[in-house]
């Protein structure tokens, strides 16, 4: 597993509003935080977690990006959609997609689209329809005797096609 190295001695180390506003747009760009750190000017990547423990501000400004970072993964994925696989030409003169390009591709989308319901559920995860919730008030209510109705209905339908 690669470690980030801490930036140089001078990486700034108290929290500024301008360097928190720079981090989190970079995040919201795609641009992960162990990249970020490696930044000459940016702080370590303990100090960005610790900012964010000890500065709420820039705590809200970095959820708000991660919201950002799954609307970004969102779009990258319709990039890789449009991007032309690898083509190879077979010995029979055939031109054919390279399995191993296709699989890249797909790898690559759902490694986004996973992020991205993790970052942000409610868009972009999968959604569990339940009758009751906030999204989904009841839809229809069946009683008892409505529900043992339909089922004597149907195991008379059922007797009638074996005798007939």
């Not at 690898?86 to 996973?114: E, F, H, P, T």
């Not at 008892?144 to 007939?164: M, N, P, S, W, Y």
Request: charged fraction near 25%; glycine fraction near 6%.
């Amino acid at each position: 597993m690669a470690t980030t190295k801490p930036n140089p001695v001078g990486a700034p180390s108290k929290y500024t509003e301008e360097i928190g506003i720079e981090i989190c747009a970079l995040l919201a760009a795609g641009m992960p935080v162990t990249k970020i750190v490696q930044l000459k000017h940016m702080p370590s990547q303990q100090t960005v977690y610790t900012w964010l423990r000890k500065h709420p501000e820039f705590l809200e400004m970095y959820e708000i990006a991660r919201q950002d970072l799954a609307h970004t993964m969102a779009n990258q994925i319709q990039e890789i959609i449009d991007e032309k696989p690898l083509q190879v030409v077979d010995d029979a003169g055939n031109i054919k997609y390279d399995a191993g390009s296709i699989a890249d591709k797909r790898l690559r989308m759902d490694g986004r689209k996973w992020l991205a319901a993790k970052y942000l559920p409610r868009v972009y995860g999968e959604r569990t329809v339940v009758a009751g919730d906030e999204n989904n008030p009841v839809a229809h209510k069946v009683s008892f005797d409505a529900f043992d109705t339909l089922i004597d209905a149907l195991e008379t339908r059922r007797q009638v096609k074996a005798h007939g």
